[in-house]
């Protein structure tokens, strides 16, 4: 009797192609497809709103307006009690506040200050680096103090910072087992996170004082990247839980984004999302199949290995 009533309350299997879908490693690739390619079209929306808009007080607007939709879906998917849905709520409200609150924050004060853009000594008429990056390099001593405060919270669930914890010995405590997690706070946080991190990553590495965009060191850093990328992405390919593929997704799409903004540095390739008013059509494409991807992901049950599990079970009971 108790049986039958579980099964009841259970939800409906999927079927057919959205069965397989529900599998490894589909659950992982599309968490990994969708960060990935959501990073060339926030470059593409930065590009439009600056390029594009009538005039630069609009462009300040639309930027708090975009920030500002981000910190509703944060409120929303901090509320929800769908995890699934929660995780990509935030990972949706982080890159609009990123986008619209920080990197415009940063295009504002370089304006502001009359920093000018650097100039590609490679590539003459180009930009090698924009203003904005420019002033985003003074952020560094503020991701330096809040990444010792993530690495001493006990309650972090983070393998990077747990790795951390445990190598360099440190006793933060016991984690609180009552402690909730938030996963629409944790996932947000994340995608603004490791965005920032790598941005300035790259950003030291191109400055001529510290090495280069063409050193030698710079060219195996790319190379060494390139390789974690890989191994993060076959970790990533036998997920099966798909809120812990998003939030696993999320850094290994930004690490292989980073290969390519390397290369694009380098000029090895067209950035055609850095060119909308030449690639308008491709990139009204790519943002559709984003939309579609994204309301499939929602979709998408948080705990199908567990209820294959509970079916196997009850086939073999039988």
């Excluded at 420019?134 to 919270?153: D, E, K, P, Q, W």
């Excluded at 710079?218 to 390919?237: D, E, K, Q, S």
């Excluded at 998003?246 to 380098?266: L, Q, S």
Aim: overall charge positive; some cysteine.
């Amino acid at each position: 009797m108790e049986q039958s009533a579980s099964a009841a309350a259970a939800p409906k299997p999927p079927s057919g192609v959205m069965k397989t879908f529900y599998r490894p490693p589909w659950i992982g690739l599309l968490a990994f497809a969708l960060v990935f390619v959501v990073q060339a079209i926030g470059h593409t929306v930065m590009i439009v709103m600056e390029n594009f808009w009538p005039g630069p007080k609009y462009v300040l607007q639309s930027a708090f307006a975009m920030g500002a939709l981000g910190a509703v879906l944060l409120w929303i998917g901090m509320r929800s009690k769908n995890e699934v849905a929660a995780t990509w709520l935030g990972f949706w409200a982080g890159m609009l506040m990123w986008t619209g609150w920080i990197e415009f924050s940063f295009v504002w004060s370089s304006d502001v200050l009359g920093v000018a853009d650097l100039a590609d000594k490679y590539k003459p008429g180009a930009i090698a680096t924009k203003n904005e990056y420019l002033v985003m390099m003074s952020s560094i001593g503020l991701m330096a103090a809040t990444l010792v405060c993530f690495l001493l919270n006990k309650e972090t669930k983070c393998n990077f910072f747990v790795w951390f914890q445990r190598k360099l010995g440190l006793k933060v405590g016991k984690p609180n087992p009552a402690h909730e997690r938030n996963f629409a706070w944790i996932t947000a946080l994340e995608t603004m996170y490791v965005i920032w991190f790598f941005y300035l990553l790259l950003l030291f590495i191109y400055d001529d004082g510290i090495l280069g965009d063409r050193h030698p060191v710079t060219y195996g850093i790319f190379f060494l990247n390139v390789i974690w990328a890989v191994y993060l992405f076959l970790r990533l390919m036998k997920f099966w839980k798909v809120t812990t593929a998003i939030r696993y997704g999320i850094p290994t799409a930004i690490v292989a984004w980073n290969a390519v903004e390397i290369a694009g540095r380098w000029h090895l390739f067209t950035e055609f999302w850095e060119h909308p008013g030449d690639f308008a059509l491709e990139l009204s494409l790519i943002t559709v199949g984003i939309v579609i991807a994204a309301l499939l992901a929602v979709r998408t049950p948080a705990h199908e290995k567990s209820r294959l599990s509970r079916e196997q079970r009850a086939e073999g009971a039988t």
